[in-house]
């Protein structure tokens, strides 16, 4: 099983509705990150959280570390076309070891 | 952009050839990385490095080796590759330099093991 796990692992949405996407591990993540990938295509930055409680906002996508530093969340407000691809996130599980870990992703799909 | 290559891009090979791929970062970053991604599995670490001669292994190093003796370059060896090596293979850096701890990927690598 993978350190970090994701939910739910495909998604499927209306164009205009909001989603959300979780990043779950049973372990303190010291720096998450989220990523998207286009389909058969390399990965795009989006977003790095560290410290608990920690809140970024980029265009209609935000992201969000819980208090206890153990899942975060990623959601998305009136989901476009543009959003469809893999969610991935990342996080380094071991204090200061840099030794970053990512989920399966979540595979989302916008229906016009 | 960040300065990172991965060589080949694409290679078809047969099973029990070596085969090794090539991350080339120009950023001075100190920890590089290697990943395979698979259909749901996400992204796998394989092994990551944290400086020069410094490697250890990740999540599915069984059967891969890696090796780094300058700060630029990070290879990744298949000894004897099989065909549960096909796969779509990232090399990432990181670090506190120029580009701050952001994670950094390659284009990536399709190997495929026939």
């Known amino acids: 099983s993978q350190e970090l796990e994701q939910s739910p692992q495909s998604l499927i949405v209306q164009e205009g509705k909001n989603l959300t996407i979780n990043c779950t591990s049973s372990k303190t993540l010291y720096g998450l990150y989220w990523y998207k990938q286009k389909y058969g295509e390399g990965l795009i930055f989006l977003m790095m959280?560290?410290?608990?409680?920690e809140e970024k906002s980029h265009e209609k996508i935000t992201a969000k570390l819980d208090e206890k530093k153990q899942q975060s969340s990623l959601h998305i407000t009136a989901s476009q076309p543009s959003h469809a691809g893999i969610y991935l996130c990342g996080a380094d599980i071991i204090q200061g070891a840099q030794k970053l870990v990512f989920g399966q992703g979540t595979r989302l799909t916008i229906n016009p | 952009d960040a300065g990172i290559t991965q060589s080949p891009r694409h290679k078809v090979t047969e099973t029990g050839t070596p085969v090794t791929l090539r991350c080339h970062q120009t950023e001075n970053h100190r920890y590089m990385y290697w990943y395979r991604q698979d259909p749901g599995h996400g992204l796998r670490l394989i092994h990551y490095s944290y400086g020069v001669k410094d490697t250890d292994k990740g999540e599915v190093s069984d059967g891969y080796s890696v090796s780094r003796s300058k700060t630029e370059d990070f290879l990744l060896t298949l000894e004897s590759a099989t065909s549960s090596q096909t796969s779509v293979y990232f090399c990432?850096?990181?670090?506190?330099?120029?580009?701050?701890?952001?994670?950094?990927f390659g284009e990536g690598s399709r190997l495929t093991v026939l």
């Open positions: 959280l560290q410290k608990g409680g």
């Open positions: 990432a850096i990181t670090g506190t330099g120029r580009l701050g701890r952001e994670l950094f």
